[in-house]
C-alpha cells in the first residue's frame, strides 16, 4: 500500500480525566486490523518522590498544547514509518501512582515504534507546554518544576 495515499493522521488528546490504557491499546489495534507488527506503549506515572508530594499539578493554555504536541506528533510520523499514534496528556491534578501521559505507537516492525515512543517522551518531557507544580505531604505547594539536565541530554540526540 502507498504510505502517501493512506499516511494515518496522529491522535492527540489532552484531558483531565485518567486514561484506560488497555483500551486506547486495543482500540488502536483494532483500528489497524492485524495491519501492525509492533505496538509500544509508554505512560508516564506521577510519584510520590519518597512521600513527599500528594499530588503534581500540570497547567497548559488549551489550544496551544494539542496544536504543538499535533505537530510533534507529525514529525514523528515523518520520520518513521508509523502505522498509528496516539498521544494522552492529562491537566489538572494527578495523583502518585496515576498515569499522566500515554504514548501509543503502532508500526510493522519494533524498531520504529520503540524510536517514535521514545523520541515523543523525550519532546514531552523537555518541550511540550505543560507546567507542573507540587503538592505537598505537608500541606505546602512547592514549586514549579522543569526537566532534568538528564531529560535535556535524551532530548539533544534527536537533533
Excluded: N
Excluded at 500541606?139 to 531529560?151: L, P
Amino acid at each position: 500500500m502507498d504510505r502517501a495515499m493512506s499516511a494515518p493522521v496522529p491522535s492527540v488528546g489532552i484531558q483531565a480525566e485518567p486514561f484506560d490504557t488497555a483500551a486506547e491499546i486495543a482500540g488502536l489495534s483494532a483500528a489497524l486490523g492485524g495491519r501492525a507488527g509492533a505496538v509500544v506503549t509508554f505512560t508516564g506515572l506521577c510519584r510520590d518522590e519518597g512521600g513527599r508530594l500528594t499530588a503534581l499539578e500540570l497547567e497548559h493554555y488549551p489550544g496551544m498544547a494539542e496544536a504543538e504536541i499535533r505537530r510533534v506528533a507529525d514529525e514523528a510520523m515523518a520520520r518513521w514509518p508509523l502505522q498509528a499514534l496516539r498521544v494522552i496528556h492529562r491537566h489538572g491534578l494527578v495523583r502518585p501512582g496515576d498515569g499522566i501521559v500515554l504514548v501509543v505507537t503502532a508500526a510493522s516492525h519494533r524498531v520504529a515504534a520503540f524510536e517514535a515512543a521514545d523520541f515523543l517522551m523525550d519532546y514531552l518531557k523537555t518541550r511540550a507546554p505543560f507546567w507542573k507544580r507540587e503538592h505537598l505531604a505537608d500541606g505546602t505547594t512547592g514549586g514549579w518544576v522543569d526537566a532534568t539536565a538528564q531529560d535535556e541530554v535524551a532530548a539533544g540526540r534527536w537533533g
